[in-house]
Each structure stands twice: as C-alpha cells, then as structure tokens.
C-alpha cells in the first residue's frame, strides 16, 4: 500500500531529526539560516518548500522571520508542531500547492529536495509554483547537489557515500533519464536487514536557469556553500537564487 506521506512517513519522521549528517550540524543551520534571513529582505516573510521537520524554519522563525510551509507529509510536519506550532503548514505537493492570495519576499527549497520531483515537468512547475508565490522583487533559492557522475567509470552505475559495519548507502543512477535513487541497507542488532530507498531526478544549474526563465525568473546568485563562496566547476553543490522583476 502507497504511503499518503510518501517516502517520508512516520518511519522516517520519528527519527529523521537524529541524523548526523552535516545539514544537521547546528553551525550549518546556523549560517543556513543567516543567508536566509538576509534573503527575505524588508518583508521579512518567506515560504519553505518541503518544509518537513523545521530543520530550517524553526530557527529561521525565531530570527523574526514570518515562515509559512508545504509539505506532503504529514507526519514530518506532525514534528515541526511539536516544535514550533504557529508556523502555518500546507499539506500537498510543493510544486503544485498554491496559498491563495499570499505572497512573500522569498520562496527557498533546500537539501536537494527538488530532486525529490522525479521527473523534469513537475520540476519546471516547481520554479512556476515558487514565482507565484513571490512578490515582485522576491526571491527563489534552490539548494542542490552536484551529480556525482565523475565518479563513475564507464559500465558503473553506483556510487557508496556510507560505508559501516551496520549501514550501507549507495546512489544509483541512470545518465540516460536522469533518474537515481539512495539506496539504504541497515543491519540491525537482532540481524534483521532493512532495505529502503527514495527515486531523484537530479538536474544541473544551467537546466535550472531554464526552468527559471521560463518561470520568469532572472539568475542572480551562484554559491557553493552557506558561506556565500563562489560556484565553480569544482563544487559538490549549487545554491542559487533567482529573483521576480
């Protein structure tokens, strides 16, 4: 049976604010939420895709900052309540979902979740979705990875990120679509094994640009790092802006 949630469910919810991943590291939140801040402009207002557990918009409400979310899950969004219960949540597909009559100064999606839109229409709607949602002179910032497709060699689809005795992580992907997935593999004390993974569709800046314009949107920022250092051919992952004339 299909999870309403999707692939973030209660499974994943109950324990997705555990993880030691650097995105969780509360220096990483905070200078997520410094270039945040800064973005919403004299507005202070801002609109998170995939709004999740708060991870981001906890921290940045308490900056002053006016947070409204969507999500599909509603179990990840059962937790941002536990933590902050006045930000106001949507429950629907963030490329689709529209908050009538509202706009705000910035629209942000973080943490490669648009690649979480698995195919390449629902990512242009996406960027259509985020300038609706905008304000004249509003912002959408996207943060995503860079497709680590350097590191395969010719015939190999995969490739490890997490090697333990008792967790395994792979990437799969498919160069031809597009498509790829995080597989999981967890061996658990008992000596079960549990398998889990999420489908991607990854995608690149200059494909993003794209989407943007025909969303019209016009390019202003490219950065590394939430330390606002410059994107190059070398970087693992893009956080870009785009504003509303």
């Known amino acids: 049976m299909t999870d309403p949630d999707g692939h973030f469910g209660e499974r994943v919810a109950r324990t997705y604010d555990d993880s ?5 590291d ?6 997520t939420v410094d270039v945040l801040a800064d973005l919403a402009g004299p507005s202070r207002d801002a609109l998170e895709f995939a709004i999740g557990t708060g991870r981001v918009a906890v921290p940045l409400a308490g900056r002053g900052v006016a947070v409204h979310g969507i999500d599909l899950s509603e179990a990840m969004v059962a937790r941002l309540h536990d933590k902050r219960p006045g930000i106001p ?3 629907g597909d963030f490329s689709s979902v529209r908050l009538e009559a ?24 996406c960027f259509r979705n985020a300038a609706a949602h905008l304000r004249p002179g509003g912002r959408f910032l996207v943060e995503v990875m860079i497709p680590e497709l350097r590191k395969l060699p010719a015939g190999q689809t995969v490739v490890p990120f997490t090697v333990t005795p008792s967790r395994w992580g792979f990437d799969s992907y498919d160069v031809a679509t597009q498509a790829m997935a995080s597989n999981y593999l967890t061996l658990h004390d008992d000596g079960r094994g549990e ?15 794209l989407m943007a ?18 994107f ?12 509303k004339p």
């Open 89 to 91: 949540v949507q429950i």
């Open 102 to 125: 509202r706009e705000f100064g910035l629209v942000y999606l973080v943490f490669n979740t648009v690649m979480n839109l698995t195919t390449q229409d629902a990512q242009v709607e």
């Open 26 to 31: 509360p220096a990483v939140i905070a200078a």
């Open 195 to 209: 398998f889990w993974a999420v489908p991607f569709r990854y995608l690149w800046p200059a494909e993003m640009d």
């Open 213 to 230: 314009r025909l969303a019209g949107l016009v390019p202003e920022h490219r950065w590394d790092s939430w330390a606002r250092t410059p």
């Open 20 to 24: 030691t991943g650097a995105e969780f």
């Open 232 to 243: 190059t051919g070398e970087s693992t992952k893009i956080i870009a802006t785009w504003v």
